[in-house]
């Protein structure tokens, strides 16, 4: 009986089977004794075998789609559980002494191991390498494998966590086996540990100490930069990497007058007032036709019903959300408005991943005089950037090794404020149509209350 499972085509509903395929996937489902053998073995797969491959899903810990990939969790969980019932033993994890992932120690064993089984699994890109560095490859990898496997997708492994667990487990089958070699003692006892292991711990203090160069390297050089930048008038680059640097890992609250007129908020903040504006003369199905999948709330239709004189509350929307996610090397440079494409350093350096949120918790109010209909309410504004270094340009390169092996944290730019809004709509045969609206700032005791 051949130890793993292989079939070349994915089996279930809606997938194009073939027989070998199927038999081969029943085999496997009568091993783990979730299909009883009944009658004659069959190439074709029936309600029975998609309800077993179900309850494996399920006992798992995966998505119940009664699908089967090569090489997928389901695959894998199988091949896993044969192992398991044929050795009569379960791993418990990779054996981390310690967390892998952003701003945790990372030791280079411990990150060799999960790299290890990412590569097994095929996670890790092929140019990665077990390089004992928790880089952007085994960063990647590791978000990939929690997704797939339906784990908490952070990218960390801890020990005995169920990343850890779960990556044991499914690694384990297709490591390669072990030989059994006669390791000579050292002289003068044979209760001494082997030359190997020696070697073996001799090599984890040098990495050790080799990442703590890495660390110390990548810090003087991002303190480096910073300074350069302050010398070139830059400021907001340099104030986020020093922070970065400080390894608190708390947000950074700033105040709206230093971050109005910069790019994500400028850009956030006009998307969401013309959401919020368009809402007043658009229906809700008309915008979820031109594209516009964000407005929640249909107020042209309690626009249409006013009568002159009537003075009504508009619902609240609940939050009209704007979300852009910059790369490290595009961040600005594009034009926006009246001005021309750019490259803009200090954004570049100080900027991760935008969100913007709106809110008008309160809804709006609405008058109707006549043929005009005045509305004016209060919109709350969080602009939110999670400063990780992520990507593949030098900057985010050092970043990752001054995170991994020095004091560095991410953290998130958080900035938050609020606008009046008030409108002018008139009635024009027989249709709303604006005449102006006009935004004011809140002080900001009146902002996110």
């Avoid at 130890?3 to 081969?24: I, R, T």
């Avoid at 029943?26 to 077993?52: F, Q, V, Y």
């Avoid at 913007?356 to 709006?364: E, R």
Wanted: no cysteine.
């Amino acid at each position: 009986m051949s130890k793993l499972l292989h079939f070349s085509n994915p089996v279930g509903d809606g997938e194009s089977e073939n027989q070998d395929d199927v038999m081969a996937v029943r085999n496997a489902l009568h091993e783990t004794g979730d299909l009883p053998k009944t009658g004659s073995a069959s190439g074709w797969r029936d309600h029975a075998m998609d309800e077993a491959m179900e309850k494996v899903q399920r006992r798992n810990g995966l998505w119940p789609d009664r699908r089967m990939r090569p090489g997928g969790p389901t695959h894998r969980v199988i091949d896993a559980e044969r192992k398991e019932k044929r050795e009569g033993k379960k791993p418990t994890g990779l054996g981390l002494q310690g967390s892998v992932g952003p701003g945790d120690h990372n030791s280079p064993t411990d990150v060799r191991k999960v790299q290890t089984g990412l590569d097994r699994l095929g996670y890790l890109e092929k140019h990665a390498g077990l390089s004992g560095i928790y880089d952007q490859p085994t960063r990647s990898g590791l978000h990939r494998f929690q997704m797939e496997y339906n784990l908490r997708d952070d990218g960390v492994a801890n020990p005995e966590g169920e990343t850890d667990r779960m990556m044991a487990r499914t690694s384990a089958p297709l490591a390669a086996p072990k030989i059994a070699k006669p390791r000579p003692a050292l002289p003068g006892t044979s209760k001494s540990r082997s030359v190997a292991d020696r070697l073996e711990n001799a090599w984890d203090d040098i990495a050790d100490f080799s990442g703590d160069i890495i660390g110390n390297v990548a810090e003087g050089a991002l303190s480096t930069l910073s300074k350069a930048a302050r010398s070139m008038s830059m400021q907001h680059g340099p104030d986020a990497v020093d922070h970065f640097l400080g390894g608190t890992g708390m947000d950074r609250q700033i105040p709206a007058a230093h971050t109005m007129g910069r790019h994500p908020v400028e850009t956030g903040v006009r998307v969401n007032q013309k959401r919020f504006e368009d809402a007043f003369t658009t229906s809700r199905a008309a915008a979820s036709h031109l594209g516009e999948a964000n407005q929640k709330q249909d107020y042209l239709g309690h626009l249409e019903k006013m009568a002159d004189g009537d003075i009504i509350m508009l619902p609240s929307t609940g939050s009209d959300y704007w979300e852009n996610a910059y790369g490290t090397n595009d961040h600005f440079n594009q034009g926006r408005g009246d001005k021309p494409a750019r490259f803009d350093p200090d954004e570049h350096f100080a900027t991760g991943n935008s969100t913007f949120l709106s809110t008008a918790s309160n809804g709006f109010t609405a008058v109707r005089r006549g043929d005009r209909i005045f509305v004016f309410g209060s919109v709350d504004h969080v602009w939110k950037d999670v400063n990780d270094y992520a990507g593949h340009d030098p900057l985010a390169m050092i970043a990752q090794g001054a995170q991994t092996y020095g004091d560095a944290k991410e953290y998130a730019h958080i900035s938050n404020f609020g606008q009046r809004l008030e409108g002018e709509l008139r009635i024009e045969n027989g249709k709303i149509v604006p005449v102006h609206f006009r935004w004011s700032h809140l002080p900001a005791e009146a902002s996110l209350r």
